[in-house]
């Protein structure tokens, strides 16, 4: 029997696994502010700065970090959160942190001035398409749409870093000193800017043609499908446009652009970092007669950008009630042979995913094995194809 995980790893969530024989020693604040640095020059600035990863995103990250370390709120912070989060690997601890960053990262857009927030809803993946010439989406490729959208962006960033270098630390060190001392009333009232936002949504779509209408109704409906490039690339077009450009302030009929923005920027914000946040998934491993227990399969984060690939064959026993009693690597191997973590920890490849799988099966069971009618023990091997591309 062979299983293959194509662009997926499989992790195990379980409390006994354990990546090597002793856990790793905890970093204290300083060590991990370092670690996070040294991934925006591995890996790319994204978590950080959750706009296209460039070379100026990624100087604009380092110095977000460094004007974050001066602030008292920010570390006091990151300490308390060390205190009561640990994790095996250094990757998954970090992955912990960066969840813990995002969701301070949406919660402070409240503490940003509208003209940051105008500038942050730009820089949210495709609406940098507002400076775009709406005739590109019908004459130009979508390779060459994309390559306008990353020079746009990258542009923006140029021309408004010092902004954000500034604006993007000061509003994130208040929501940190927020949650470091909460306070009733600090915080904006969510339901009134749904319900300002909603009104303001409406009165701004009527702005546009009939045609245009339908698109900015689209682009903010569940389940919303263009039916050709060139339509969601005109959809995103007038999109971004009608939330930046719109200037409605009526204070008495709850119409408010201002609070339009802040509210579709937060929720595009917040739905593109839980995407980033949440375990890459792989399909779990049907095997015939096995239920799977609570352990869950998902991207492992130390195996990101290592290009792990290979096949390898697992020997696993059973025992006369169903419960597996041993996984064995009976075959095999994957390259590189062996992973380093970001902070200098060398993992065997091999053992890492042999621990991998035998976690996993061992959290559920397989139907017992009948033999002259009664249970007996049995082992079978299978087989895994690993890539992560």
């Not at 070379?55 to 001066?70: G, I, Q, T, V």
């Not at 390779?143 to 000061?170: G, S, W």
């Not at 015939?288 to 696993?316: D, L, M, R, W």
């Not at 590189?336 to 099966?361: C, H, K, Q």
Request: one cysteine or more; aromatic letters at 10%; hydrophobic letters at 40%.
């Amino acid at each position: 029997m062979a299983l293959r995980f194509v662009k997926a790893a499989i992790l195990v969530v379980a409390s006994s696994l354990a990546m090597h024989a002793s856990a790793m020693t905890q970093p204290d604040a300083e060590k991990l502010q370092a670690y996070l640095h040294k991934q925006v020059d591995t890996e790319n600035s994204y978590f950080i700065v959750p706009i296209l990863p460039t070379e100026n995103s990624n100087r604009l990250a380092h110095l977000m970090l460094d004007s974050l370390w001066k602030e008292p709120a920010y570390r006091d912070n990151m300490r308390a959160w060390l205190a009561q989060n640990q994790a095996s690997v250094m990757e998954d601890l970090l992955a912990l942190w960066h969840e813990h960053y995002h969701k301070a990262f949406t919660e402070s857009l409240d503490l940003l001035d509208d003209d940051a927030i105008k500038l942050l809803w730009r820089l949210h993946r495709t609406n940098a398409m507002y400076a775009m010439d709406r005739q590109y989406c019908r004459t130009r490729t979508e390779a060459q749409v994309a390559d306008i959208l990353r020079a746009e962006t990258d542009k923006l960033i140029v021309a408004q870093f010092d902004r954000l270098a500034t604006a993007l630390p000061k509003a994130l060190t208040g929501e940190f000193a927020r949650q470091n001392s909460p306070r009733a009333g600090e915080r904006p009232n969510s339901n009134a800017i749904a319900k300002i936002a909603m009104k303001t949504f409406a009165a701004v779509t009527k702005e546009w043609p009939e045609e245009d209408k339908k698109r900015i109704e689209g682009r903010f409906s569940y389940g919303y499908q263009s039916s050709t490039p060139q339509e969601l690339c005109e959809a995103i077009w007038v999109t971004s446009r009608a939330v930046y450009d719109s200037y409605i302030e009526k204070p008495n009929a709850m119409l408010s652009a201002s609070t339009l923005r802040l509210s579709v920027v937060k929720s595009a914000y917040q739905k593109a970092l839980a995407q980033d946040d949440a375990p890459g998934g792989a399909t779990q491993p049907a095997v015939q007669g096995f239920t799977p227990g609570k352990a869950v399969i998902y991207y492992p984060k130390i195996f990101n950008n290592k290009n792990v690939n290979g096949s390898t064959t697992y020997k696993i026993a059973v025992d006369d009630k169903g419960k597996v009693t041993q996984v064995t690597q009976a075959a095999g191997g994957v390259k590189p042979a062996s992973i380093t973590s970001v902070d200098g920890t060398v993992f065997t490849t091999d053992t890492m995913l042999l621990r991998v799988v035998e976690s996993y099966f061992r959290s559920g069971s397989f139907v017992p094995k009948l033999v002259d009618g009664k249970p007996a023990p049995y082992a079978f091997s299978l087989g895994f194809t690993w890539s992560w591309d």
